[in-house]
């Protein structure tokens, strides 16, 4: 007696069991599953970078056109690349170094923008796009072009002004604090000189003296 009154008791609970779990299966597949804002974040710092690592070896060239892909100077890099990625920055590294979210040297995360004064003299005058791993994705000096550097330790990095994480939880780029204005007589890229001069003779030998010592000095200027 005791055996067939415990047959349809198993088969109800076997029957429960199935039940739920069908249901529950259901259900995981009629609900998408969310994704985190810091996925979707990553996501779009991957892609910057694997848009910029298309351009290694292009050539360096100072104020270089914004839009233009066969040469870059460091900013019209950094514009270019988040641009294919939806972001839109403005043209010159001092500009650039006033958008999204500062974020201090230790917190660095990939798609960073990493600021640098490499002439010491208080005017931002570089930028480069942290890759992870202690590494920068940015264009300098003609004869190297788009190239990746290591940071620690690098003119970057002993001349490091800020960072600015432009690539917020909604992917999309947060306001200037600040823009200066660009006037539409004079390039694009003037960071440290409102208008262009030829150089005199003696300047040109003064500059030949200095480039020996600053590796850096003329041709990061953007």
């Known amino acids: 007696m005791n055996n067939t009154k415990k047959k349809p008791i198993g088969k109800m609970l076997v029957g429960i069991s199935l039940s739920l779990s069908v249901a529950f299966s259901i259900s995981m597949f009629a609900t998408p599953q969310p994704v985190s804002a810091a996925a979707a974040s990553t996501s779009i ?3 910057v970078i694997a848009t910029g690592q298309q351009f290694l070896g292009v050539p360096y060239q100072f104020s270089a056109k ?17 641009k294919q990625n939806g972001i839109n920055l403005p043209r010159n590294s001092r500009q650039q170094s006033t958008v999204g979210t500062k974020v201090d040297k230790s917190q660095l995360q990939p798609g960073d923008l990493v600021f640098s004064d490499t002439n010491h003299d208080g005017v931002i005058n570089h930028v480069s796009i ?47 604090e600040s823009q200066p204005s660009v006037q539409p007589s004079q390039p694009a890229d003037t960071n440290t000189q409102p208008t ?27």
């Open 45 to 47: 710092a991957d892609q």
């Open 66 to 82: 914004a839009g233009r892909t066969d040469a870059f100077d460091c900013s019209s890099f950094t514009q270019y690349v988040f």
């Open 130 to 176: 942290y890759m992870g791993n202690d590494k920068l994705l940015h264009t300098y000096r003609v004869g190297i072009g788009v190239t990746i550097s290591n940071f620690s330790g690098s003119a970057w990095d002993r001349s490091f002004v800020t960072a600015r994480r432009v690539i917020p939880d909604n992917g999309q780029a947060t306001p200037p």
């Open 196 to 222: 262009y001069q030829a150089p005199t003779q003696s300047q040109k030998h003064s500059y030949h003296k200095k480039r020996s010592r600053h590796h850096y000095t003329e041709n990061n200027q953007d």
